[in-house]
């Protein structure tokens, strides 16, 4: 369990941003909770700030790396190489003191690192090591994830630590094993570990990479060019390296005759959550969130609440967190929010609407449009398509979310951001329309 | 005592006129609190005597009132009103006029200069009948010292009335019967006859206060129990919320009540608010040369600004601080409300900077604001200053004189009506019409703080209210009608009324209301 005596674990804090009014018979009420972990670890990790770090205090982390060695690696065979100099330059990320372990994933995950379920615990000899053992990885087999994550999470779990985290890197598809396998296998180790999900290539299914990334609440993107790997699983390391604070839950205890209409992260990413609520006690339910390190992430809240007269006011949702102790008990952050509802007669009070709610909502829209768009070009509806990927268009130049916009520019030729009119491109490129599909979910923040 | 409260004696409600059943314990039009009609003139033996009188007013009335010798800000003076042809309260013949027993202070007291003592009481016209008594009750005053209006505060001869301190009125209550919480708010129950008081026949219930039904919810909560006023079951958190339900709880301000010797005030959230943002300070001290002076500030957040409810505290408690630093040291009462009111801007724009430094990321909401209005009263002047649209009024006690309006509105509505482009009526019937053009907080383009000073020359009442009132009660007439007619002697009692006169009105906004005697009895009549 995580240790609070140590001075470098982030403090949270809990800001809501809400329109409380209500007009007379409204029941809708809709906040932005913004979470944020300061003081923590990314802006002190070993490799930024080692002096933060001092000599006994070892780190209290474990993290498995899987490498997919499935026969098509090999083609191009600079896949494989690029490969295995991105887990070694992960492996040089690691800080001393973590453990660690490199899995080769094929329709059967092999310990590649250091072998005989065990971790390794970093240091200047384990890290040679394990880059000498990187060599023996070679191209060969089928692809069957569930497998991988099955084994990364036993190796994980012989370790004594409160930071679990996985790296996750595939080139294909998941082809030698059911999707219920791969479910049943997200689903055991859903809240045991987090796991980033990278995507090497094209020849990858997008939605099985992000559906990884989301069960296990890591990140998931696109690595079209494995040149680039190194760089991204460096950066993917230094995160985790920043993770301290795990399986932190959003608390939000309800009252009496209210019902939650969804709960989703809404930034960085869009993640939805409502459906993996656990119950905690009358009124109250838990929202996993997975580890944190130094950052800040918005939830939006909808609660329907029963109407009420004007002049009423009521708690319509409370905002805690918590980190669920292994008896069953849970620590409390302290931070807490408060998402409110007051009915009035005042219209103009009551009719707008938070430009915080407004701005999520929009980037929530984003993400679905881009979504139901690209499956619509390819089910082969052009115009369908051409509508959802317009409004995509116009949502993202609205709301000053300029990667995506730069991203559909790729897959659309944009004629009116304003007015969100497109024309399909007549040939985009598999990897633009990929990166476009991994990253849609991504969003910005409320424009100052 | 033999002043028992008998309900049944009065055929109409001496505040509204309504006419009443037997056994009626409350107006059923006002509210009116018919037990605490004093019993008939008979039963007074010295010093009270009525102001109202039963006669039209002759002729001699006509004195020159309000002696407003100037109007500092704006240029617009309180309409100047003769008691001429307002109806003497003449229902129930010789009933009425005990109504306000103790009321009238002699006029001899009215001590704005000593020369004028003797032909001022000569010109008041009601004070015929029982001026002898009166002038006999108050010869150790008639030196030309601010009179000792020993009738003020306590009515004589132990009439029911609610001069108690609050929790004195909250006790009362307690001791009642039962009454079911309707709710989270404290509306009353709309039928204040069916408030099952023992019967005043019955026995001697204790002469004191009796159980204001506007007052009356007040105890309910507050009775230490944590537990959900909505729903009955859940407990309170910390916040304030029902761990249940999550219904807020009644707040500390949700009503108040003061009373300070002569002077009292009410505030009420109203009932379609979901808090109070009006705030209200009341006070007395004394000027220089030893004569009282009672200090009544009342401010009304804007609710289309950040934390309005803080901006009417922190504006009337900067407002009242401040008068009572600047008068005692002998600032002429009209500068040191235009003083107070500098000082409650202040204070206002104080609470913008600190909201800003905290909250950067929400740039849009406004800067705290609210409005002001306040009062002062002395043995001579009477000086009102503002800032928005919460009023004072002039009522005096002899109800055949005009009352009076003493401020004039920074608002839309007022603007419109003093440009000529609507007429009042129009003009408050517009949405805009509330549309303030003057408050306080930092976002106000340049403070105008408007002051008037007033000498009249007869006793009277200053309502000083927000606009939670005066919307029911616009025209200086219509709230002459519901202040009643012993608010002088009663101003607790009286605030009481005109809070509930605008609850019974529908409560659209705050209401909150001070009253003030004029002239400011001296020190020490309060406590005797």
């Known amino acids: ?448 | 005592m033999s002043q028992m409260p008998q309900p049944t004696a009065l055929s109409r409600c001496p505040s509204c006129e309504e006419p009443l059943e037997a056994g009626d314990r409350f107006c059923g039009a006002c509210g009116y609190d018919l037990s605490a009609v004093p019993a008939p003139p008979g039963d007074n033996p010295t010093i009270t005597m009525n102001g109202t009188s039963p006669r039209p007013p002759s002729a001699a009335a006509s004195v020159d009132w309000p002696l407003a010798p100037e109007v500092d800000s704006s240029d617009t003076p309180a309409p100047v009103h003769r008691s001429t042809d307002i109806r003497g309260t003449d229902s129930g013949g010789s009933e009425l006029p005990h109504a306000t027993g103790g009321l009238a202070h002699p006029a001899g007291g009215l001590p704005h200069t000593t020369g004028e003592l003797p032909h001022t009481t000569g010109e008041l016209p009601h004070a015929t009948g029982e001026l002898p008594h009166a002038t006999g009750g108050l010869s150790p005053s008639a030196g030309g010292l601010p009179p000792a209006p020993g009738g003020l505060p306590p009515a004589p001869g132990g009439l029911p009335h609610s001069g108690g301190e609050l929790p004195h009125v909250v006790a009362a209550h307690a001791a009642g019967p039962p009454e079911p919480p309707p709710g989270v708010r404290f509306d009353r129950p709309s039928e204040p006859d069916d408030y099952p008081l023992a019967p005043p026949a019955a026995g001697a219930p204790a002469p004191e206060a009796p159980a204001d039904p506007r007052t009356a919810d007040l105890g309910t909560p507050a009775a230490g129990t944590k537990m959900c006023v909505a729903c009955r079951a859940g407990s309170v958190d910390s916040d304030g919320y029902c761990e249940n339900c999550g219904h807020a709880q009644p707040r500390e301000r949700d009503h108040m009540e003061q009373e300070l010797g002569a002077v009292a005030a009410v505030s009420d959230r109203g009932l379609r608010h979901h808090r109070n943002e009006d705030a209200f300070a009341i006070s007395s001290t004394a000027l220089p040369d030893g004569q009282p002076a009672v200090v009544a500030i009342v401010c009304d957040g804007v609710s289309s600004a950040t934390r309005p409810d803080e901006a009417s505290l922190a504006a009337s408690r900067a407002a009242n601080e401040a008068l009572l630093e600047a008068l005692p040291l002998g600032t002429h009462p009209q500068q040191a409300m235009h003083d107070a009111i500098v000082a409650a801007a202040e204070a206002v724009n104080a609470l913008a900077d600190a909201s800003t430094a905290q909250g950067e990321h929400a740039p849009h909401v406004n800067a705290p604001a609210c409005t002001l209005v306040g009062a002062v009263v002395t043995p001579t002047l009477l000086i009102v200053g503002w800032v928005g649209d919460s009023r004072a009024y002039w009522v005096p006690v002899d109800r055949s004189s005009l009352p009076a309006r003493l401020t004039e509105d920074d608002s839309w509505a007022a603007q419109m009506v003093a440009a000529g482009l609507m007429n009042e009526a129009e003009a408050y019937a517009d949405e805009r019409a509330h549309a303030i053009t003057g408050w306080l907080g930092a976002d106000a383009y340049e403070l105008e703080p408007h002051t008037a000073s007033f000498k009249p020359d007869r006793p009277g009442v200053v309502v000083v209210c927000t606009d939670g009132l005066w919307n029911y009660a616009e025209a200086a007439e219509d709230m002459a009608e519901v202040v009643p007619l012993d608010a002088a002697e009663r101003p607790l009692h009286s605030a009481q009324v005109l809070v509930g006169h605008a609850l019974d009105g529908g409560g659209h906004d705050n209401v909150t209301v001070a009253v003030l005697p004029f002239p400011a009895p001296s020190q020490g009549a309060g406590s005797a």
């Open chain 1, 1 to 448: 369990m995580a240790n609070f005596s140590k001075s470098n674990v982030p403090q949270f804090s809990v800001d809501v941003y809400q329109n409380e009014y209500l007009p007379e018979g409204g029941r809708e009420v809709n906040a932005i909770v913004t979470v944020s972990a300061t003081g923590g670890g990314t802006i002190g990790s070993a490799v930024a700030a080692p002096h933060l770090y001092t000599a006994g205090q070892a780190p209290d982390a474990a993290v498995a790396i899987m490498v997919d060695c499935s026969g098509s690696m090999d083609y191009p065979p600079t896949k494989m190489r690029n490969a295995r100099d991105a887990t070694a330059a992960a492996i040089d990320t690691l800080r001393d003191g973590v453990h660690f372990a490199v899995i080769g994933g094929t329709h059967i995950a092999k310990e590649v690192y250091p072998g005989n379920g065990r971790l390794a615990v970093a240091d200047t000899t384990t890290r040679d090591q394990a880059k000498q053992a990187l060599r023996k990885l070679s191209a060969g087999g089928g692809t069957a994830i569930g497998t991988w994550l099955r084994l990364a999470d036993r190796l994980l779990a012989s370790a004594d630590v409160s930071i679990r985290h996985g790296i996750l890197l595939t080139d294909g598809r998941n082809e030698h094993e059911s999707p219920q396998d791969l479910k049943a296998a997200l689903d055991s180790c859903a809240g045991r570990f987090t796991c980033d999900a990278r995507g090497v290539g094209t020849d990858w299914e997008v939605k099985e990479v992000t559906g990884i990334a989301s069960a296990l609440l890591g990140t998931a993107d696109i690595v079209a060019d494995p040149a680039a790997l190194s760089a991204d699983f460096t950066q993917m390391m230094e995160t985790a390296m920043g993770k301290e604070v795990a399986d932190v839950s959003l608390r939000l205890w309800t009252p009496v005759g209210t019902a939650i209409k969804f709960v989703k992260q809404v930034a960085p990413t869009v993640e939805e959550l409502t459906d993996r609520r656990t119950e905690a006690g009358p009124r109250a339910g838990d929202y996993p969130t997975g580890s944190w390190g130094d950052e800040s992430r918005d939830y939006h809240v909808c609660v329907e609440v029963p109407s009420a007269e004007v002049g009423r006011e009521m708690l319509a949702a409370r905002v805690s967190l918590v980190i669920p102790q292994g008896d069953g008990s849970v620590q409390n952050l302290g931070a807490q929010g408060l998402v409110r509802a007051v009915w009035t007669d005042d219209m103009v009070a009551s009719t707008s609407i938070n430009p915080q709610v407004a701005h999520y909502t929009g980037q929530a829209e984003l993400a679905q449009v881009i979504q139901q768009g690209l499956d619509l070009r390819k089910a082969g509806d052009a115009d369908g398509a051409t509508a959802k990927l317009g409004r995509a268009v116009q949502l993202a130049s609205a709301s000053g979310n300029a990667d995506t916009a730069k991203l559909l520019a790729k897959v659309v030729d944009v004629v009116d951001a304003a007015a969100g009119t497109v024309r399909l491109k007549a040939k985009v490129e598999e990897a633009d329309e990929m990166t476009l599909e991994t990253r849609s979910t991504k969003t910005v923040r409320v424009k100052k």
